[in-house]
């Protein structure tokens, strides 16, 4: 126990007083999540509006249509596939979708004026604007020349539409990237400081002097790995506050009990990416095939994890081998409880992933570990 | 601190065969196609210095981690005080010290600390001040191991060797790359070493260090001891063969003693 505790006493100093390390375990990603922050990816896509048709006559077809590109076109709406009502105003709430609009039963109908009632996510006005700009448009030349309703009958009080606040939960693309990059910092940090740490100290013949004392290498790697489970903790602590202070993301809004359920799922993920570590630099033999090797492992990751690109714009075959990576169990989970405020039972299949991975590549951190 | 080996080499005759601490008998080693150690044998006592005096790639320090327990031999015998270094490689660590070729430590723990690690590992509670002291680098205790010079980094290698009170030394090429004040200092060290009792096995490619400081030597080339006894028997025997000397004085050396065993000079 001694010397479990020597060591990461000993490591934890080490880390400290590196302050090149401890810039870019903080810095680096701080800096991303601004930067990402800024971009705001998701305002370049259409609206995501829900449309839950209660007509179903000519008219409401003909609108829908026109909205949705059936006329030729790029679609104006991006509209999800539900038609139901409620779901579609969760996912609303979720902060999933923009919008829902209900088109209502006597729309078309010459004899009342119909109310078209948009249900929008309160932090997401502007896009909600959007939508309603298009859609009064729409709707103008649905009358007019696609359900030809004859011009006299044509006021402008046909439909109207009325719009419906809601506080959304969901953070939008602040709200997305944020979890990711902290995902995202935990397998940067997790394999490249060990990785960068074991292929210096072997190359300078630390290790090798530690394996000349009467030590077994599990003393070393289980105080390595602790260490690092530790920083990881610290650090994604600290990205977090970064996420709420200067991001302005709710972080597990109305759930304390996050803060502590986290820790879990950093640990997990930790070992996943720590033991991955602990294999590069096994199979490395200097610093330059070490660079090399942990890039090649984790730049797919960075790209098809969903940590920036949400895997809803990826093809499908692409998603379809992303899914199963560890930095897309441990970013899916993340975000889950980050953003929705879920409890760490709930992401029951993303925890079975990590822990597989953290299996597998645990023996093969076993298995590639030499001390010289 | 004065530098005699000769007064010490006296003190500890070489009859007394229960204060064995090294034994190996019979080595062989070999890498793929190459041949590291064949066929070596030897024994140090207690309180002896013993040179391992041959060229890069003769075997010196494949011979010296063997004994280490930090690699597997092929055949033979090697023991630390009657205990099979094969066998029980975490028990003899425990009770040796080592400097090794390439050592290093951590670079950002400072001396105290380096040494307070090392001790830990090797469950010893000598205080870091201690082990500092022995080598004259107390005064550097709160310095980072990356900031010392070499000749420093090399003595403080010897404190962290020193922790566990050791029966055996191993010193592999303990001057190599350091300048002549540096080495010089590192020589009168080692010669007090001799007085703490325990049996010191030397590595070098330098003759001066090995007659210096040892009181046996084995000569060795191509994984063999082409010769084994004290540097002043290795020159008298020279002497009776008739060999040339190669210093311009005439007078004879281990230098000479090298070239005629193998036919070659000591590429340092």
């Known amino acids: 126990m001694r010397i479990y505790q020597a060591f990461i006493i000993a490591e934890l100093k080490m880390f400290f007083r590196d302050r090149a390390a401890l810039f870019w375990t903080l810095a680096f990603p701080t800096v991303m999540m601004v930067v990402f922050g800024l971009f705001n990816f998701g305002s370049f896509e259409p609206p995501e509006v829900g449309i839950v048709d209660k007509a179903k006559n000519e008219a409401s077809t003909s609108l829908v249509s026109a909205l949705t590109g059936g006329y030729g076109g790029e679609p104006l709406f991006n509209v999800p596939d539900s038609e139901d009502e409620q779901s579609l105003k969760s996912e609303v709430e979720d902060g999933e979708i923009t919008a829902v609009m209900v088109i209502p039963e006597n729309f078309g109908q010459s004899s009342a004026t119909s109310v078209i009632d948009i249900t929008y996510d309160g932090r997401k006005a502007q896009e909600t604007e959007i939508a309603r700009t298009i859609l009064t448009q729409v709707l103008d030349a649905v009358f007019k020349d696609v359900a030809q309703v004859p011009a006299e009958y044509r006021v402008e009080n046909w439909a109207e539409i009325s719009l419906t606040e809601v506080a959304g939960r969901g953070q939008g693309y602040t709200g997305f990237v944020v979890p990711g990059i902290v995902s995202l910092s935990i397998m940067q940090s997790a394999l490249f400081g060990v990785v960068f740490t074991l292929v210096r100290l072997r190359n300078q013949g630390v290790l090798k002097r530690l394996h000349a004392t009467p030590i077994s290498p599990k003393h070393f790697l289980a105080g390595t790995l602790f260490t690092r489970l530790l920083l990881l903790i610290m650090q994604t602590y600290v990205l977090l506050m970064v996420g709420i202070f200067v991001s302005g993301v709710d972080v597990s809004p109305g759930y304390a009990m996050f803060w502590l359920e986290v820790i879990p799922l950093i640990i997990l993920g930790g070992v996943v990416f720590a033991s991955l570590g602990l294999a590069i630099s096994g199979i490395a033999k200097t610093e330059n095939t070490a660079a090399p090797l942990a890039n090649i492992v984790t730049l797919p990751m960075m790209f098809l994890s969903g940590v920036f690109i949400p895997h809803s714009v990826i093809p499908d075959w692409v998603v379809a081998f992303a899914k199963w990576l560890p930095l897309t169990f441990l970013a899916d989970a993340m975000r889950e409880m980050v953003n929705s405020g879920e409890t760490l039972l709930i992401q029951g299949a993303s925890i079975l992933g990590l822990a597989v991975w953290a299996a597998i590549c645990f023996a093969l951190a076993v298995k590639a570990f030499r001390w010289e | ?268």
């Open chain 2, 1 to 268: 601190m004065t530098f005699t080996p000769q007064s010490s080499a006296q003190a500890h005759p070489l009859t007394h065969s229960n204060d064995t601490v090294i034994q190996v008998r019979d080595l062989h080693k070999r890498y793929k196609d190459i041949v590291a150690v064949d066929g070596v044998s030897f024994e140090v006592q207690r309180g002896e210095i013993f040179g391992m005096l041959g060229p890069n790639g003769a075997g010196k320090t494949t011979t010296v981690e063997i004994l280490e327990g930090l690699r597997d031999l092929d055949s033979g015998e090697a023991y630390i005080v009657g205990i099979d270094v094969t066998k029980n490689p975490t028990r003899v660590k425990g009770m040796i010290g080592v400097q090794l070729q390439q050592n290093a430590f951590f670079d950002n723990l400072n001396l105290k600390e380096t040494i307070e690690l090392f001790a830990t590992l090797y469950g010893s509670d000598m205080p870091a001040e201690e082990a500092l002291e022995k080598v004259d680098l107390a005064e550097r205790a709160k310095s980072q191991y990356k900031h010392l010079s070499g000749g420093q980094k090399q003595r403080l290698s010897i404190a962290v060797a020193l922790v566990n009170n050791p029966v055996a030394m191993f010193l592999d090429e303990p001057t190599t790359g350091l300048d002549p004040q540096a080495r010089r200092r590192m020589w009168d060290l080692i010669d007090n070493l001799r007085t703490d009792g325990m049996a010191i096995m030397l590595t070098t490619h330098y003759m001066e260090e090995a007659e210096l400081l040892c009181d046996r030597i084995a000569i060795i080339d191509h994984g063999q001891i082409v010769a084994l006894d004290t540097p002043q028997n290795l020159i008298d025997q020279l002497k009776t063969r008739g060999a040339e000397a190669v210093r311009k004085d005439g007078a004879l050396t281990l230098e000479d003693v090298f070239i005629d065993l193998t036919g070659r000079s000591l590429v340092e």
